[in-house]
């Protein structure tokens, strides 16, 4: 693709020459005016006067403002040099057709930024566009959608948008319709203003799914984010007709909510795939990105970065927020001494303060390439010793739960004595389960006397959101809603979502546990909101969000909670988990017993049939 050439600065350059002598020009005539009004207006209204003063005024405010713009330009061009260092761009995921396999990157105290232009070609080719149409089903009905990139240049603003070009297959049912989203960045002021989260929408949009309908129901607020970076200590620079930043603050931004990342390891750019990261294994993906691994002393530069990058990612691209909404730099500055000690104490603060978010969905999962070879990640690990906390908690709970279930399957269906009620183990919800589970229903189904069915999620531990939702039209054949809060910005929207995978006629239950967390507490969640089901057992685990990756600059990859959380019809969240209908037994403490009961589960569901 043909890159555009910017003419800012020299524009800039030829009107503040003559700007610089207007203004000469007009302070002397504004003198000569003056006199001349004293003379010729001495018994006109004073008001006019004043007016000519004010209107000058204004004029030479904005002649300086040009001259102090051109000012700044020039000095970001004398901090910054060009190097232009050449590096291989490798794709791990062997799906992107690269317009180019090398990118230049330019190290400035200790940090490596990229040209705007060169990035957003990378960016077109990850996520394919100007490149190939999709057919895709947006509120039930066919479109070809095509994505477009558009640069705009406004003085001292570079407007990045993303355009969404609907063709509708259709066009006795609807319309064509363009959707756009843009992301700002202000070169003088350091200020990035991304114009919602709907742009993350239309970059990682819900994709095609045979038995899902999705409808965009309702937005209740829309407003735009707006990242200052002069707070968080980070650079932009305009220089040589191009803009600045480095390499991992634009991965973040544009990159946020997508399932292909930018990884630099100081000696290759891999992009790679965000999945490979979620598994537990070894594979080639973590190999290839661990793959420069050696003695490098972080300077203190790069140490500092991390601290003010950790504070920009959590203030703007993590969705739970601290008490009263405080700035994350009250939590990040008792970490700060140590972070900036040597490699073996940053890192294992860097893990620390991952640690202590205490969300259970926020993790490390891939350590840092970069500190020394002698080190191992179990040397970075944080002791759990005197802790009480929710995750704390949750790794107890774990433990005694799986002790107590060592002999349940997920393949096995238990039902209660009376043979009225039939319980279905779920563990993990992938699209594996949807046949698994639609194929239990059926056994089920063909015992004529069972009336009542309980999902077990004691043990679930989340999976795919996808799948939870395809799931849900086992217990309805109506749409549900979903309502999503991202609170950084405040923005609300509500979807209506139907599965239409085919309902089986029972009373259904959800049986919960404090560590049915993730995709099992939204499941729990929506049927919750939607009252689909009655929940029983004890109150789930939490975990309202999605999953997302971020990389940190000295290496480190996370798994975080991503842009929103889920809430209730209120906008309450359920990111610490769903309360139940129906409360099993409890003193001091839980009675893990109850949820494996089945005389007691029977009693529970009879009592409550009764009631009906």
Same mark, same amino acid.
């Given at each position: 693709m043909k890159k555009t050439v910017i003419f800012l600065t020299p524009i800039l350059s030829l009107l503040l020459i003559s700007c610089k002598a207007n203004i000469l020009n007009t302070i002397n005539q504004n003198n000569s005016n003056n006199? !001349?009004? $004293?003379? %010729?207006?001495?018994?006109?209204?004073?008001d006019q006067t004043n007016l000519n003063n004010t209107n000058s005024i204004k004029k030479d405010k904005t002649n300086l403002n040009l001259i102090s713009q051109e000012k700044i330009i020039t000095e970001q061009a004398n901090n910054f040099k060009v190097l232009n260092t050449p590096y291989k761009v490798s794709d791990l995921t062997n799906s992107i057709i690269l317009t180019n396999n090398t990118i230049n990157l330019t190290n400035y105290q200790d940090i490596d930024y990229i040209n705007l232009d060169q990035f957003l070609d990378l960016f077109k080719n990850i996520l394919e566009i100007n490149q190939k149409t999709d057919e895709i089903v947006y509120n039930n009905n066919s479109?070809? !959608? %095509?994505? +477009? !990139?558009?640069? +705009?240049?406004?003085? $001292?603003?570079i407007t990045i948008r993303l355009v969404n070009k609907y063709q509708s297959k259709d066009k006795s049912k609807t319309n064509d319709f363009i959707i756009n989203e843009f992301i700002k960045f202000d070169f003088l002021n350091k200020k990035i203003t991304i114009s919602s989260v709907n742009f993350y929408s239309l970059i990682n949009s819900y994709q095609n799914e045979t038995n899902l309908e999705y409808h965009?129901?309702? %937005? !209740?607020e829309s407003k735009p984010l707006v990242i200052d970076l002069n707070k968080y200590n980070i650079s932009m620079f305009y220089t040589n007709n191009n803009l600045y930043l480095p390499l991992i603050v634009l991965n973040q931004i544009f990159l946020n909510e997508a399932e292909k990342q930018i990884y630099f390891n100081n000696k290759n750019v891999f992009i790679f795939d965000v999945f490979d990261l979620y598994e537990h294994n070894n594979n080639e993906t973590k190999k290839k990105l661990s793959s420069n691994k050696q003695d490098i002393k972080l300077s203190n530069n790069l140490k500092e970065f991390q601290y003010n990058y950790l504070w920009f990612l959590l203030d703007n691209f993590y969705p739970l927020k601290l008490e009263n909404n405080k700035s994350y730099k009250d939590y990040l500055t008792k970490y700060k001494t140590s972070l900036l000690k040597d490699n073996l104490e940053h890192?294992? &603060? &860097?893990?620390?303060?991952i640690r202590d978010l205490n969300d259970i969905h926020t993790k490390v999962l891939l350590q840092s390439p970069l500190y020394d070879l002698k080190t191992n990640d179990s040397n970075l690990l944080i002791s759990e010793n005197n802790r009480n906390d929710r995750i704390t908690k949750f790794r107890k709970y774990e433990k005694e739960l799986v002790k107590l279930s060592s002999n349940l399957n997920e393949k096995d269906i238990r039902y209660t004595k009376d043979n009225k009620t039939a319980i279905i183990k779920i563990d993990l919800i992938t699209r594996d389960t949807i046949e698994g589970v639609k194929n239990q229903l059926r056994q089920i189904k063909s015992k004529n006397e069972?009336? $009542?069915?309980?999902f077990d999620l004691t043990l679930n531990k989340g999976g795919s959101v996808i799948a939870t939702f395809i799931i849900l039209g086992f217990l309805t054949n109506q749409s549900f809603k979903y309502h999503k809060l991202y609170p950084n910005t405040n923005n609300k929207e509500i979807l209506n979502i139907k599965s239409n995978i085919g309902k089986f006629d029972f009373n259904y239950y959800i049986l919960n546990s404090p560590i049915n967390y993730s995709a099992g507490n939204t499941f729990a969640s929506i049927i919750k909101t939607n009252k689909l089901a009655k929940i029983i057992g004890y109150k789930s685990g939490g975990?309202?969000? +999605?999953? @997302?990756l971020a990389i940190l600059p000295?290496? %480190?990859?996370? @798994?975080k909670s991503s842009l929103y959380t889920l809430t209730d019809n209120n906008w309450n969240s359920y990111e610490l988990g769903v309360d139940p209908d129906i409360e099993f037994k409890k003193d001091k403490n839980y009675n893990f017993n109850s949820l494996f009961d089945l005389e007691y589960i029977q009693n529970i569901i009879n009592n409550d049939q009764k009631v009906k």
């Open positions: 006199k !001349l009004n $004293n003379k %010729t207006f001495n018994n006109k209204n004073s479109y070809l !959608l %095509t994505k +477009e !990139l558009k640069k +705009e240049i406004n003085n $001292n603003l965009y129901f309702k %937005t !209740l890192f294992k &603060t &860097t893990n620390l303060i069972i009336k $009542n069915v309980v975990g309202a969000s +999605e999953v @997302r000295t290496g %480190t990859i996370i @798994r």
